[in-house]
């Protein structure tokens, strides 16, 4: 049996260390995300600007998280290890202020141990831990949670207002990082309503703003202030949209496959998407989870007075995370992202505070939680361990297959790892067309954060993005080799006027339509990719040269003999939205240069394919 104090301190603080050797393999083996390459493209193209760090991105405000992504790149760009550690650190800070709250609220007691547990290993914050764009979300607003709820209770017990300006502090903290944390204000006032208060609904609300008024004040201040700021820069859907359709099949997802399997240590099994992995549990595994868990939901109620108010808090935070991802989040990639735990990421959090609620009188209460009769679970050490063991074991199971999965399916990693070694083995910058990276890589909706040339500011010194090149460009393959490119043919030139010269170009400006060719863009032309003019042409020197397409007028340089200019435009080339060049328009060479040509075609780059490496 654990005794009061220093053993269960002791016993707590083993339980951080195990959690935080399993996320430091978790997370060190791991790479960036996604979402990740988004902040880091921002602010390495920004640099630490206030602007650019408060700047919504896809609905959230994210100063906090947007600074550490600069940071992480500035030390040590596309370097996991320096992310991994801020990860591991915010963990650690994450799980301390769980037991910091937990022995402020209930006392250093055996009881806390089990909800403590629950947290650290809950298969729920595995995906959160290790992705740095979910991570530096929710890990910071789990620390708010709980030292936020530890602060106001503190308050609630001494009404010291300090305290609640600790509170206030937190908020802020969490504030800076994810905008979920305007909850934690929702938690503080359920503690207050559930435990400091007696009575019915309005009557608890009315002695809450009577004995801690003060309080509630600092509280509606701080939470409409931020309201008013959210709701006028960042809020990207309205209320309307929760009410979809989708509403009854996003909440299956989140609850049956998701939240209740996990609090038994499930899923056991994952449904792999690329990179992606969500639970997937069998209906034996699924059944048997609700019967666990309503199964210990009622011996608590049946051995303890006031337990079930308590799972009135994860419920309303599953509720808000529902409508969220409803509204927010289905618009776009469809219900399958509300299997994705990263949304439900506090869901460990809260329910770890509801048991322990459950279970444990809190200190100062008007009416705690107390012994209604002996349970046959409860009150045996040994039983509670087991109780424990087992779904921590599964647990550990489930988010093992899922890390292994994360750790070995990442294409970003592989993308990477193959443009960087090429580039750092030149010996001169290469010279690249400014195309995006795959979508598997990172989302289109990112443009313009996803080209090349955004994401690879701290490797200018080896590469080159230039509006026009003599003789080639090369491009990026999906899998992130540096390859020639060509152009595919959407336009061209008929044959020029000239028998022996084509389009014969000197001291005047000479423009050369282009028609359709037939072919079409086709699905392995990137999103946003633009197209580029080729002109072939034999030079009876060097000059400077203006080439104008549409609106743009670009200046470029010739040489004497044979070769080929290449042009990128600003016009778009990709299948959706197509945008024809029609014309090209030489002018400005210098003295008695002439040009001639017979070779002009526009259209998007492609890497060149083996078949024609092998021809050329």
Known sequence: MIRPGPRVLAVAGALIVAQLAFRAWSVYGSWYHYDDFDLMSRMANAGPSPRAAFEPYVGHIMPGGMYLSWLADAVAPYDFRVTATMLLVLQAGASIALLWMLVRVFGPRPGILPPLALYLFAV???????????????????????????????????????YALMTVAWSAFGLLFFEKTILLFGAAAFLS?????????????????RTY?????????ALGAYLAVYVATALDFGAAAAASGSLGRVTWNMVGHGYVTALAGGPLRWQYLDHAA??????????????????????????????LRAWLLPVAFLVADIVLVTAGRTTYPGTIVSFDYRDQGEMGAVTAIA?????????????????RRPSELLDHPRRVMVAVAVPVALALVSSTLFVRHWQTHDPGQTYFDNLLRTLTASQQPVVLDDTTVPEVVMGAYSYPDNTLSRLLTAHEEHTSFPDAAIDGVSTVTDDGHVVPAVIRPLEQAPP?????????????????????TGIGSGPDVRRNARSWVRIGYLSSGTSSVTVEVGD?????????????????????????????????????????????????????????????????
């Open 124 to 162: 729920i914050t595995t995906p959160v831990a290790i992705w740095w764009a979910a991570g530096v979300n929710q890990l910071p607003w789990h620390i708010a949670l709980f030292a936020g709820l530890g602060t106001h209770a503190t308050y609630l017990r001494t009404r010291q207002l300090r």
């Open 193 to 209: 309503l559930a435990y400091f208060a007696t009575g019915t609904l309005g009557v608890r609300a009315v002695q809450v703003l």
């Open 213 to 221: 008024w003060r309080g509630v004040l600092v509280y509606a201040g």
């Open 278 to 307: 969500f639970p997937d549990p069998g209906s034996a595994v699924r059944w048997a989870s609700v019967v666990a868990v309503g199964l210990v939901v009622w011996e608590i109620r049946r051995a303890r007075t006031r337990s």
């Open 355 to 371: 048991l322990a609620l459950a279970v444990l009188p809190v200190r100062g209460a008007v009416e705690p939680v107390e012994v």
């Open 496 to 516: 020029g006027p000239d028998k022996d010269c084509g389009y014969r170009v000197a001291d005047k400006s000479r423009t050369i339509e282009l028609v359709p």
């Open 552 to 616: 743009e007028t670009i200046s470029a340089t010739i040489v004497g003999g044979l070769h080929a200019l290449f042009v990128r435009t600003d016009l778009i080339a990709d299948p959706a939205t197509h945008q024809s060049v029609g014309s090209v328009t030489l002018s400005g060479l210098q003295g008695d240069t002439q040009i001639c040509t017979n070779d002009v075609t526009a259209g998007p780059l492609l890497p060149v394919t083996q078949d024609e490496r092998v021809a050329s």
